[in-house]
């Protein structure tokens, strides 16, 4: 590669993090105030885990038909999609004052989010492939950068000026973001990888998502018992102690700014050893941390116990993401990445959607200990499942741009 194409590359992989933090920043104000402003509307616990299941169902159903769509017709357009329908949904929290704008808002959300495996791919186009951990790492630590400041402003706006003011400046950004992909992003699909695909091939790709390769079983299995165990439990965090422990949005803003903070710091140093050291390692080291930080939360409610728990929970984050995103992304075929990327996601989505109403009906019943000591039960036993079951390489003709690790075991 000439000096000009890495230029070009650097220069794509920072207005991808551009648009990533523009959207981090949208989700992340969104996920403070979220939870409180359903239950402010006089709903329970269960009804709030009854609408992130939807909200779940929503992107799992779609997700790999976007894929499959992706890997033939290109990238670009749907992401400016995803941009139009993170706008449009902002704009209905606005004005959101009655279920139906509610269930609608949510709806878009969910077929917003189903993109993501898309913008995932976009990510692993624009980098070389023995730096996939650590360009997904430098994503994601400018995304954290500018989401640590929309959390700590969601809160604080939430408190001072209401619920929809927040909604409102979220729309802002994401009408940012939406100018930024229509001006900016290139496509990143080469023109000679296109092809067409029919209606019967887009509906037959969901199936395929309930049979992926033998070789990537261990991996989907531990990565949907853990998204499982976190949906039952923590995913419900800032609901249930704005419920059951009056923690106002700035409260949540504080405690959610301290993970994102955490993340953004560790996730570059980080970032730079995921691809020499290896992705098991890394999600090992995640899970055993999260663990610790559930714990945590049965011994103590209080602000400062949260608070300490969360960096280390964004401590986690910053082993987990980059290992999990490059795994997969080196272990599918270049070729359908989009398309097994979000059979990924859509699989464990299937496996996990449940699990926020099951979180909501036991909150209802026995309140907050036992969805967190559930969650804890599941993510120690998935150590053992990430151990036994993933390995670093498992893709037969995975050999460019693996990591040093390639080929072998970790166990």
């Not at 993170?86 to 009655?98: D, E, H, N």
């Not at 400018?142 to 706006?157: D, E, F, Q, R, W």
């Not at 209080?302 to 969360?310: I, K």
Request: net charge neutral; charged share 15%; proline share 4%.
């Amino acid at each position: 590669m000439t000096s000009s194409e890495e230029l070009e590359k650097k220069g794509l992989v920072y207005r991808i993090s551009a648009i990533s933090a523009l959207r981090g920043a949208v989700f992340n104000a969104w996920r403070v105030v979220w939870q409180p402003f359903v239950l402010s509307l006089g709903v329970s616990m269960s009804w709030l885990g009854g609408l992130e299941s939807f909200l779940d169902l929503t992107r799992i159903a779609v997700m790999p038909l976007f894929g499959k769509a992706a890997d033939a017709h290109g990238r670009r357009r749907f992401i400016v999609a995803r941009e139009i329908l993170t706008l449009a949904a902002a704009v209905l929290y606005v004005y959101a004052g009655s279920w139906r704008f509610i269930f609608l808002g949510v709806m878009l959300t969910g077929l917003s989010l189903a993109i993501y495996p898309i913008w995932n791919t976009v990510i692993a186009e624009s980098s070389e492939g023995r730096e996939l951990g650590y360009t997904y790492s430098i994503v994601g630590t400018i995304t954290l950068g500018l989401s640590l400041v929309a959390t700590l402003a969601a809160g604080y706006v939430a408190s001072a000026y209401g619920f929809r003011t927040v909604f409102t400046g979220a729309a802002v950004l994401a009408l940012l973001a939406f100018l930024l992909v229509v001006m900016r992003l290139p496509e990143t699909l080469p023109p000679e990888k296109k092809g067409s695909v029919n209606w019967r091939e887009l509906t037959g790709s969901f199936v395929e998502t309930l049979r992926p390769p033998r070789y990537l079983w261990g991996f989907y299995i531990a990565m949907s018992v853990d998204l499982f165990a976190f949906n039952l439990g923590y995913r419900l965090l800032n609901g249930m102690l704005a419920s059951e422990y009056g923690y106002t949005p700035a409260m949540l803003g504080l405690i959610s700014a301290a993970t994102i903070g955490a993340t953004a710091i560790a996730q570059i140093p980080l970032g730079r050893l995921v691809d020499r050291i290896g992705y098991v390692k890394f999600l090992i080291i995640s899970q055993l941390i999260a663990c610790v930080v559930l714990a945590t939360f049965v011994v103590s409610k209080s602000f400062l116990a949260v608070v300490a728990a969360q960096i280390a929970l964004g401590v986690s984050a910053a082993f987990w993401t980059p290992a999990e995103q490059a795994w997969i992304a080196v272990n599918v075929d270049p070729e359908r990445r989009a398309q097994a990327i979000g059979g990924f996601s859509t699989f464990r989505g299937l496996i996990a959607f449940p699990a926020p109403f099951i979180g909501g009906l036991l909150f209802d019943a026995y309140g907050f200990d036992v969805p967190i000591l559930i969650n804890l039960g599941i993510a120690l036993i998935d150590v053992i499942l990430i151990y036994v079951l993933v390995k670093e390489r498992v893709r037969p003709d995975a050999a460019a741009g693996a990591p040093e690790t390639q080929g072998e075991s970790i166990l």
